[in-house]
Every structure is written in structure tokens, then in C-alpha cells.
């Protein structure tokens, strides 16, 4: 498959735990603040966003933290489980297109 | 089957060629996006399309170029002059005003030797 991330910070979880994966971004007149998840060899996946007048929002067995105070995104994963191995990387927009984070590898062990 | 399409996987070329790599939507989505990433990184935006007959420039243009013929359509071309192409190359699609919410193709995988 293709070699993402072959140098990217790693989180390990067991399987059934909690994964809380941060971000840090750069720019305070970001609209919105995503998290993709890009498993090897495909392109990212949308798993959910949050608009800068939020600073929580849930979706299913994952919830998006956003600190503007700190410039800070966090990604929580409810009891992670071995599909949910991958590299997470965040994203902000500011009107035209995206800027991406360097992103996470998060290894789940059974 | 809605989705977004680009092939082929995996390219492969020789130095001083220019090569284009396809992007499809069938998604009705007016806005395309080119990205570039390398191992290690996250994505960089090479070109973007919010229009057919129209593009800009993303953070990393220079070596690449693309078309916006047809509202489906999105080929990227990467000439002679990028200094170092190889690289996986993704396509993603938006519905107009809304890149926040982009929808990405399967990617190409390009080498040159």
C-alpha cells in the first residue's frame, strides 16, 4: 500500500479504549475545522467537522473539541476499535480550499 | 455509484516527461481540488477549480498544470519542470462554497526515475 506517514507521531490504544488524537492550527480566521482519516494506499475520508462558532460537536462514537483561545482541535474516538487504524490529520478552510495538518497515526492493538 | 475516480493507481515515468493524471466526478460538484503528499506530511493544494474554464493556483503550482474542460473533469499535468514529482497525487471534489466538506478520489501513485 502506499507509505503515508512513514515518520508521523503514532498513538497506540488497545482495542476498546478511548483515542483522544490533537491538533494544533495556525489560522484564527478559519471557518471550519475538519478531521479526515486516510487508511494506506487511499485517499482521506471525511469523518466530521466543526464551524468556528462551535467548540464541540458529536457525531457517532467520535466528538470534535475545538480550543480557539489556544488554536487547538482534538478528535476523541469512543471505544476504538481495530477498523479504526489509520492516519487522522486535521484541516481548516478559509474560503477557497483546505490546509492540512501533518497528521496522526493511530495503531489500535487487540 | 456516486464518487469520485483517478486513475491509474500507480504511474510510473521517466525524468524530462510530462505526465497528466485523470480525475472523474460524477458528484454534480463544481469545485475540484488537485493535492500533493509525500510521506510524512499532510496534503498540499496544487490547483483548485470552482468553475469550468476557470482554476487558481494552490500553494505548490509551480511544475504542474491542469485543465477545467468539462464540470466532470479535472486533469492535472505534471511537466518536466517540477523538480520532484514523484509523489501521491489526490483529486476531491465540493459542491460550490463548500470546501470544507470535500470528497477525495483514491489517488495516484507517481514515480519518476
Known amino acids: 500500500g502506499e507509505s503515508v506517514g512513514l515518520h508521523l507521531p503514532t498513538l497506540s490504544v488497545q482495542e476498546g479504549d478511548n483515542s483522544i488524537i490533537n491538533c494544533a492550527y495556525s489560522?484564527?480566521?478559519?471557518?471550519?475545522f475538519i478531521w479526515y482519516k486516510q487508511e494506506s494506499g487511499k485517499g482521506p475520508q471525511f469523518i466530521i467537522d466543526?464551524?468556528?462558532?462551535?467548540d464541540k460537536r458529536q457525531g457517532q462514537r467520535v466528538t470534535v473539541l475545538l480550543n480557539k483561545t489556544v488554536k487547538h482541535l482534538s478528535l476523541q474516538i469512543a471505544a476504538t476499535q481495530p477498523g479504526d487504524s489509520a492516519v487522522y490529520f486535521c484541516?481548516?478552510?478559509?474560503?477557497?480550499?483546505?490546509?492540512f495538518g501533518s497528521g496522526t497515526r493511530l495503531q489500535v492493538q487487540p | 455509484d456516486g464518487g469520485i475516480t483517478q486513475s491509474p493507481k500507480y504511474l510510473f515515468r521517466k525524468e524530462g516527461q510530462n505526465v497528466t493524471l485523470s480525475c472523474e466526478q460524477n458528484?454534480?460538484?463544481?469545485?475540484m481540488y488537485w493535492y500533493r503528499q509525500d510521506p510524512g506530511q499532510g496534503l498540499r493544494l496544487i490547483y483548485y477549480?470552482?468553475?469550468?474554464?476557470?482554476?487558481q493556483k494552490g500553494d505548490i503550482a509551480e511544475g504542474y498544470s491542469v485543465s477545467r474542460e468539462k464540470k466532470e473533469s479535472f486533469p492535472l499535468t505534471v511537466t518536466s519542470a517540477q523538480k520532484n514529482p514523484t509523489a501521491f497525487y489526490l483529486c476531491?471534489?465540493?459542491?460550490?462554497?463548500?470546501?470544507?466538506?470535500?470528497?477525495f478520489g483514491p489517488g495516484t501513485r507517481l514515480t519518476v526515475t
Open positions: 476531491a471534489s465540493s459542491i460550490l462554497l463548500a470546501a470544507y466538506e470535500q470528497y
Open positions: 489560522n484564527s480566521a478559519s471557518d471550519y
Open positions: 466543526i464551524r468556528s462558532n462551535m
Open positions: 484541516a481548516e478552510n478559509e474560503g477557497r480550499a483546505l490546509t
Open positions: 458528484l454534480n460538484h463544481d469545485a
Open positions: 477549480s470552482q468553475i469550468v474554464n476557470d482554476f
